[in-house]
T-cell receptor
Framework: EPEVTQTPSHQVTQMGQEVILRCVPI?????FYWYRQILGQKVEFLVS????????KSEIFDDQFSVERPDGSNFTLKIRSTKLEDSAMYFC??????????????FGEGSRLTVL | AQTVTQSQPEMSVQEAETVTLSCTYD???????LFWYKQPPSRQMILVIR??????QNATENRFSVNFQKAAKSFSLKISDSQLGDAAMYFC?????????FGKGITLSVRP
C-alpha cells in the first residue's frame, strides 16, 4: 500500500542550526502539507503546497520556515536558525485531491526534531 | 478562524462495549469536511471516518459511525464493539480548502 515516508525519523540539532526535514508523498498525490505536534499538545497546521506554490500557511509558518519540492518526488521543510521551541514531531501529509473537494490526507510517521 | 474542540482529554471503555467521543467545531462556512483520525502509539495518523457537511446522512465505517449535527456544529464518533486495538489518541479535524484543523485529541483506553 502506498505511503508517505519521512526522513529522518529523529534529528537532534543545536540551537541556531538549520535543519531540513524530508518527505516523499504518495506518487499520484498533488497536495502536500506539513504539521507539527509539540509533545502532549495538539497537532498544528503549518503549511499546504500545491502546484509548486504555498496554498495556505499558518501564523507559525514565518520567515524561519520554508518549503520546497526540489524534484518530482521530495517535499522538504527547512527550518532556519532553530530555537528550543521548535522541538516537536513534524508530520508530512499528502492528498490526491484538495481545494474544494478533498480526499483523505495520508500522513507519514513523523520526524522528531530535538533542539538543544 | 475555525476551531475544533474536544473537551474530554481521556476516556476509557470496556472491551466489546460502545464508546462515544465528542467533538464540536466553530465555522462560518457552509461547505466543509470533517474527519476523525486515530493516532496509535506508533504516531502515524490514520483516517477513521470522513463526513461531508453537505450530506445529511451520518457516515459509517464498520464499527465506527458518526453523529453529525450541522446546526449544533457537533461531530461525535461512536465506536461499537470496542477492541484492544482501538486504544489510541483520536483527533477530530475540520477541513476547508488547503487546511486541516485538528482538535486537541482524546486518549482512549480499552480495558480487557
Amino acid at each position: 500500500e502506498p505511503e508517505v515516508t519521512q526522513t529522518p525519523s529523529h534529528q537532534v540539532t543545536q540551537m541556531g542550526q538549520e535543519v531540513i526535514l524530508r518527505c516523499v508523498p504518495i506518487s499520484n498525490h498533488l497536495y502536500f502539507y506539513w504539521y507539527r505536534q509539540i509533545l502532549g499538545q495538539k497537532v498544528e497546521f503549518l503549511v499546504s503546497f500545491y502546484n509548486n506554490e504555498i496554498s495556505e500557511k499558518s501564523e507559525i509558518f514565518d520567515d524561519q520556515f520554508s518549503v520546497e519540492r526540489p524534484d518530482g518526488s521530495n517535499f522538504t521543510l527547512k527550518i532556519r536558525s532553530t530555537k528550543l521551541e521548535d522541538s516537536a514531531m513534524y508530520f508530512c501529509a499528502s492528498s490526491e485531491r484538495g481545494g474544494a473537494s478533498t480526499g483523505e490526507l495520508f500522513f507519514g510517521e513523523g520526524s522528531r526534531l530535538t533542539v538543544l | 478562524a475555525q476551531t475544533v474542540t474536544q473537551s474530554q482529554p481521556e476516556m476509557s471503555v470496556q472491551e466489546a462495549e460502545t464508546v462515544t467521543l465528542s467533538c464540536t467545531y466553530d465555522t462560518s462556512e457552509s461547505d466543509y469536511y470533517l474527519f476523525w483520525y486515530k493516532q496509535p502509539p506508533s504516531r502515524q495518523m490514520i483516517l477513521v471516518i470522513r463526513q461531508e457537511a453537505y450530506k445529511q446522512q451520518n457516515a459509517t465505517e464498520n464499527r465506527f459511525s458518526v453523529n453529525f449535527q450541522k446546526a449544533a456544529k457537533s461531530f461525535s464518533l461512536k465506536i461499537s464493539d470496542s477492541q484492544l486495538g482501538d486504544a489510541a489518541m483520536y483527533f477530530c479535524a475540520y477541513y476547508t480548502p488547503f487546511k486541516l484543523t485538528f482538535g486537541k485529541g482524546i486518549t482512549l483506553s480499552v480495558r480487557p
